[in-house]
């Protein structure tokens, strides 16, 4: 016996992405339905490469009552109206917009992370899927975390386009063609041409000067790792299609070396070490798309610190950093409280 799951935003980039991860892992379903706008009602969606498709219903006239689980990838906007609809009828939310990750009634999950704290969905019957930034990150910060003590956390972020949706990523394809012929391509989706260009912005700005997605990273790291850790983060925006790229810089309690940390990290979950010193012993974002694991390289001790070790993080941010992480919330959820069989 499997699970009725609902897909809401199943037309844009990470629900499409959800859909085939569903497919890929197998996860057990009795039905799925994809849920997107009016605009999509009636167009019809692949479920991933089984040759199967589905018909794309209205999420406005959508019953959510006697469906398992909706998984939401529809935006904030979205989530804010309907996931307490469909979390009041009795399907539990799994929601990757920011909407509640904050709310302390609303557990945020990474589950190679944090995976008692689902426990708390029962409050609001509401899940909600980290930042796709963080959620990278502290699957490579937990095992050294257990490992050593992190006191600080300094990163810098490479994003790619594809954070910002189709529109960013047909953005960057429009600019890059219409430069190679000449053109100007004006930023529509960006502030910046994005094109052979880097963005030192992400979201909107706060009173301190910072943006939104870095407040995210810190805000959230605290509340799926640990309060006490502090995190400064700077974000910026790369000409890349799909991947997120980290460069990490830890501060620890208790003394840490490079090559322990390496032995620590090949051992956790959800990661691949990829670290040779040498040309091209590392990972890039290109070599990590379609992929579920995240990637660390470049590991090395930090000589200005007593105990602090330096490193890069990559992942595909369409699957770790947002669909793959809500289908593992699902399976946990599944294997945990909503057993089936």
């Not at 991860?21 to 479920?47: H, K, N, T, Y």
Request: glycine share 8%.
């Amino acid at each position: 016996m499997g699970y009725r799951v609902v897909v809401v935003g199943a037309t844009g980039n990470v629900g499409r992405e959800m859909l085939n991860i569903l497919a890929e892992r197998e996860f057990p379903v009795d039905e799925v339905a994809a849920v997107a706008s009016s605009r999509s009602q009636g167009s019809e969606i692949d479920f991933g490469d089984s040759g199967t498709t589905l018909k794309v219903r209205s999420l406005e006239h959508f019953d959510f009552a006697g469906w398992d689980m909706a998984l939401f990838a529809a935006g904030s906007e979205a989530s804010a109206k309907y996931a307490p609809i469909a979390a009041k009828a009795g399907c539990v939310v799994i929601d990757n917009s920011s909407y509640f990750r904050m709310d302390p009634d609303v557990p945020l999950i990474v589950p190679e992370v944090n995976p008692d704290a689902i426990d708390g969905y029962v409050r609001r019957n509401i899940i909600a899927n980290p930042n796709c930034s963080t959620a990278q990150m502290v699957v490579a910060l937990k095992p050294l975390h257990d490992e050593a003590q992190i006191t600080r956390v300094v990163v810098s972020t490479y994003q790619s386009v594809s954070g910002a949706g189709k529109g960013g990523m047909d953005e960057l394809f429009s600019q890059t063609r219409d430069i190679f012929v000449g053109d100007k391509g004006e930023p529509k989706t960006f502030t910046k041409q994005i094109a052979f260009n880097v963005i030192p912005h992400i979201d909107s700005f706060l009173d301190d000067g910072s943006t939104k997605e870095e407040w995210k990273m810190v805000a959230e790291t605290k509340k799926i790792l640990d309060a006490k850790i502090k995190v400064t983060a700077t974000c910026v925006r790369v000409p890349v299609f799909v991947g997120h790229s980290e460069a990490i810089n830890i501060e620890f309690a208790n003394e840490i070396t490079a090559e322990r940390a390496r032995e620590v990290l090949r051992e956790a979950p959800g990661i691949m070490v990829v670290d040779k010193r040498e040309d091209g012993g590392y990972v890039t974002p290109v070599e990590c798309v379609g992929d579920y694991a995240t990637y660390i390289s470049r590991i090395r001790e930090d000589s200005t610190l007593e105990h602090g070790l330096n490193l890069w993080c990559v992942s595909d941010n369409l699957r770790k950093g947002a669909a793959l992480n809500a289908i593992q919330i699902a399976e946990l959820l599944g294997r945990k409280h909503l057993k089936k069989g």
